[in-house]
Every structure is written in C-alpha cells, then in structure tokens.
C-alpha cells in the first residue's frame, strides 16, 4: 500500500516594509578593516545607504529632531522617560544615540525618503495632498517654470496653515503653522544647558537663561526683560546691599517678568520633548 504524503502548508510570504524595499533596491556598501589572518576578533561591518535625492523635509528639522531626541534619551524626567518607555519602538530603527548628527544622517536619512514627485496623470484626482494643473505645452520652460511657481506659492502657503504637514510618511513632521527652528534650538539649549539639571537657585537659574537669550542668534526673538535682566544681575552683584536692595525694589516688577519667561521656558520645553518621546515633532508645544 502506498502512503499519500501529506501535503505541506504553502509558506507565507514577508511583506516588505518601506525600509525593507529601499534597502533592496541600493546595494549595500560594506567596509571593514583588514585584520590578521590568524586573528580571532570579529570584523567590523559599517552599512551605508545613498543619501536620498528627496527627504520628506529639509535636513535641518530632522538634526533639530534628532537632538530633540538625543535630549529625551538622556532626560531626568520620569514623565518623559514614561512616554518614551510607551513609544520606543517608533525609534528602533534610529540606531544609537551618536553625538554626530551629520554621521548618523549619512547612514539614517533613508528613513525619511520623499517618494512622491511630479508626474503625468491620466485622470483628475481628488487626494488632498495633490493638485491637477493645466500645463500648455506650448510655453518655454522658463515660462512653465515661472508661472508654477506664481500659482503653487500662495497654495503651499495656505497649507502650512493647518496642524499637520499632510504626508503619510512614518517620520513626517508637524507645521503648526511653520517650524520655527531658531526657537526650537533655544529650547533645546536651554535644556540642555540648564532644565535638565535641577536648580535651586532661582536668581541664578534666570541669569543663566539670560545669558544664552542674549546671545546674537536668539538676542531678537527674546523678551525685553529677559535681555535686560543680565545686566541687571550683574549690577546687582556689583554693588553694595543697600543698592542692591534699591535696584530689586524698583525692577521688582521686570523681575517677576523674567521669571515667568523661565517657567514658561521651562514647560515649553517639556511639552517639546513629550512630543518627541511620543514620536511626534515638534507638535504643539
């Protein structure tokens, strides 16, 4: 008697991430340093992908986000720590908490590959991030050129209007009516610098604040009273106790100003690493 053989289950078949396709599409340059023949140790293998002609944003948001990120790795706060133990897997594959942003992106900025581009349709469409033109093909290209520009530039600014950049991309970031990097970079210094470390002080703390408020890439967008208030502290420091006390009676009003500004500072901050440990940036903060 012959025994039938029991037929095997077909195989499922993976499917392919995003991630998964870019790296099958570029070969993958392996470098590794030559060692002794009779030798043990492991070789070191570095993987590196082509940098991608499109990201999704400019590479100054994402090093803007990738300290953000270097910050909630390292932050003192249970909160946030809570919200990033939640959320990690978003991160996985971001890799180590290099302190060298422009290495990292030359190994990580496939991640953020733009895929979406111009093209010839063959039918309207009514997706929300797209929209269909009329292109004469009469025209030179300076003209076509000139004249998308003329049409697209008051489009794309009513659509950073709205909360969030419409792109259905894993690492899209936020507008919230435009990222504002410049005040990004100060939170992210003063937190680094000052929050993240606790101070009794309080006097001292808003003289540190001041200090890098007054510095020539943030001297502008910051409040009056936190300007003046290094040079106050510092006359202060400067004089004997009953100046001392004339001075903190007459600016006692700009005094409590510079302090909200920290506290503001400081919850502003907070709420920006929050999101981040949440895998959003910058949000609403």
Known sequence: MVLNKPTS??????????????IKKHKMNLSSAKSPMKTSAKQVITKSFPVP?????????YQLWFEAYQQVQKSNSKKIQGVFQKHKKYYKNWGSNSADFDQWWKVKAYLFEDRSMIQKINKITKSPNLINLSVPTNKSMDTLVAQFKQI??????EAKKTNLLKVKHQFAPTLNKGIKPTNIKLLLELNKSLFNNKSENKKELAYQVSLIANKPEYKLMAPASLIKYKELYEN?????????????NADLKEMNNVKRYVNRYQQKVTKLLINVASGIFPGKY
């Open 236 to 248: 202060m420091k400067k004089s004997n106790t009953l100046i001392q006390a004339l001075v903190k």
């Open 53 to 61: 002609e499109y990201v999704i944003a400019p590479k100054e948001v």
């Open 9 to 22: 289950k077909p195989k499922k078949t993976k499917k392919i991430s995003t991630v998964d396709a870019y």
């Open 152 to 157: 697209m530039k008051p489009i794309l600014t």
